[in-house]
């Protein structure tokens, strides 16, 4: 009933709705600009900054994992960094999003990566108790940080 599969650059607009889905969840709908341009561009060309796989239900597209690398210095390896996850209401509590982590997981293990780690709102308790349940722990003392769109230009623009 479940399968777990990659993505193609045939998959663009469902990625896409999927994006728009969790945007939605998240209470920031206007946020979800990507276009499938950007998603053509940056994840099924010669270069991909990331990777995507869907989750099917009986055939039908019920969740979503969209992932890339990134480097530990200190640990010497690469961190698979899952950027969203989600699962469409009606296809939850089948074990779906554990399905996809567990994948992710297994990714992460045959790419040697020393870490597997993600963000998740303050606000949403249930996902952090069913990380929580999985062995992830939350990451307190560490703040994210953030320059956007005009402000990367300002920074990028005080070069000498």
Not at 15 to 43: C, H, N
Not at 50 to 69: C, H, L, N, Q, T
Request: charged share 25%; hydrophobic share 45%; net charge neutral.
């Amino acid at each position: 009933m479940l399968k777990i599969r990659d993505t193609t650059s045939e998959d663009i607009p469902l990625i896409l709705q999927f994006i728009r889905d969790l945007a939605e969840y998240e209470k920031e709908p206007q946020s979800a600009v990507a276009t499938a341009e950007d998603l053509k561009r940056d994840g099924f060309s010669q270069n991909p900054k990331f990777r995507v796989v869907i989750a099917e239900w009986d055939g039908a597209p019920a969740g979503f994992a969209f992932y890339f690398f990134h480097y530990s210095t200190w640990r010497g390896q690469a961190t698979l960094f899952l950027e969203d996850l989600f699962v469409r209401p009606r296809f939850r509590g089948k074990g779906m999003g554990k399905a996809l982590l567990v994948h992710l997981a297994k990714i992460a293990v045959a790419e040697n990566c020393g870490r597997f780690e993600w963000q998740v709102l303050d606000w949403n308790t249930p996902s952090i108790e069913f990380y929580k349940s999985l062995g992830a722990e939350v990451m307190k003392e560490w703040l994210t940080m953030r320059i956007s769109g005009e402000g990367i230009a300002k920074l990028a623009a005080q070069a000498a």
